[in-house]
């Protein structure tokens, strides 16, 4: 891509994450506009276009990506639709911001390994947005001061509301704990290397193959471990946090921005159920630091395409642990120099 002074974004899949960055790429992010938008549902995309200068709307994702009025392009259709149209866009030669997960197999994923080190330069950037959570880099920071001497131990919490009914322990860990799975590396600065997972279903009247609280334990290299909770039908709200404890202190995520409420005899602070809410900043700090990567074509600082596929390796194992009972080994294979 020649340097440029703006970014044209093609937006494909504008539901909920899609609208997100499409509003933040068109309005809170200098240097970037979105000029085209698809989803298979026109009227999604009709209703993201309206937000964002009534941009083109396309009824074809692969023309979106190939249009010479789309520079960069930001996926945030179904999961399992990412690493096909990730592999359009480094076929195209254009700059991708997928959203998590990379890829919903292993296979895919290293698919997208293999066309990205063939064209010889970074394409892909993936959504883990709490690598720009000010809550998440805080608690890096001091973790990486030294003040707290090694860090040993990531724990982490991860509620949801509710997912729809049916929804099994494979989906929440490849649509989920993915996230969990990237905080741990990201705090903690070590690869995964094993893995085991238990998980149980927490009503009587979930689907029989329901596993909706999961709990995981990672064995990371440097000596160091993760163990985290995702419980997705928590009900009263969605919640994470991460703490690392280190040999002389712990670090936590804190919310310091909420308002503490007292009424009908509580004291205490409203959770949302809104997955957006506690990361509305993270979004937008995740989308201004992807643009600027591109405008300045310097390396971005979130995760990469190396990170997707880690976490998908590291889902992979976690499935076989949830369903085997037993511990799994994390074999990632060789780093391309394109990652080192
Ligand atoms: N980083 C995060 O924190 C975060 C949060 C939420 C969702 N996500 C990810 O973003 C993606 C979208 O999630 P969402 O919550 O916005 O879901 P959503 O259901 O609100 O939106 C998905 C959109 O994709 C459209 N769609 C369906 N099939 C499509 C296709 N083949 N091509 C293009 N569009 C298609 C749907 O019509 C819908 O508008 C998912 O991959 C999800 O994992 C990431």
């Known amino acids: ?39 298979v ?22 023309a979106l990506i190939n249009s010479p009025k789309v520079d960069a392009v930001v996926i945030a259709s179904p999961d399992d639709t ?16 997928c959203e998590k997960p990379l890829a919903t197999t292993v296979d895919d994923a290293r698919d997208v390994i293999a066309a990205e080190t063939a064209f010889e330069k970074k394409m892909v950037s993936v959504g883990f947005m709490r690598r720009f959570d000010p809550q998440h880099t805080a608690v890096k920071a001091a973790v990486t001061s030294g003040e707290l001497g090694l860090p040993l131990l990531w724990k982490g919490v991860h509620r949801n509301a509710s997912v729809p009914f049916g929804t099994t322990g494979a989906t929440i860990l490849t649509n989920s704990a993915g996230h969990d799975f990237d905080s741990a590396r990201f705090l903690l600065e070590a690869e995964v ?14 689907h029989s193959d329901t596993t909706d609280l999961l709990v ?3 064995a990371m290299s440097d000596n160091r471990m993760a163990v985290g909770e995702v419980y997705v039908n928590a009900t009263y709200g969605y919640e994470v946090s991460a703490e690392v404890i280190c040999q002389k202190g712990t670090a936590v995520t804190l919310q310091p921005d909420r308002a503490m409420v ?3 005899a ?11 809410a506690p990361f509305e900043e993270a979004y937008v700090i995740e989308d201004r630091a992807w643009i600027e990567s591109l405008l300045k074509d310097t390396k971005f600082s979130g995760a990469n ?22 511990i799994v080994p994390v074999q990632l294979g060789e780093k391309a120099e394109l990652y080192q």
């Open 82 to 97: 990412h690493a096909n149209l990730t592999l359009a866009c480094i076929k195209a030669g254009k700059p991708v911001l």
């Open 266 to 276: 509580h004291r205490g602070f409203y959770v949302s159920s809104d997955w957006l």
């Open 305 to 326: 395409a190396w990170d997707g596929y880690v976490t998908m390796v590291v889902t992979a194992a976690c499935i076989q642990s949830l369903h085997t009972g037993k």
């Open 193 to 206: 290397q094993e893995v085991y997972v238990r998980g149980l279903k927490t009503r009587p009247e979930l």
């Open 262 to 264: 007292r009424a009908n």
């Open 41 to 62: 549902d026109q009227s999604h995309a009709a209703h993201a276009s309206s937000l964002c200068d009534s941009a083109e709307i396309f009824t074809d994702p692969v």
């Open 1 to 39: 891509m020649n340097r440029k002074e703006r970014i044209a974004v093609g937006i494909v899949g504008t539901g909920g994450m899609g609208t997100r960055h499409a509003d933040n790429l068109h309005h809170l992010v200098g240097g970037a506009y979105v000029s085209s938008v698809f989803d």
């Open 216 to 218: 995981f334990e990672l």
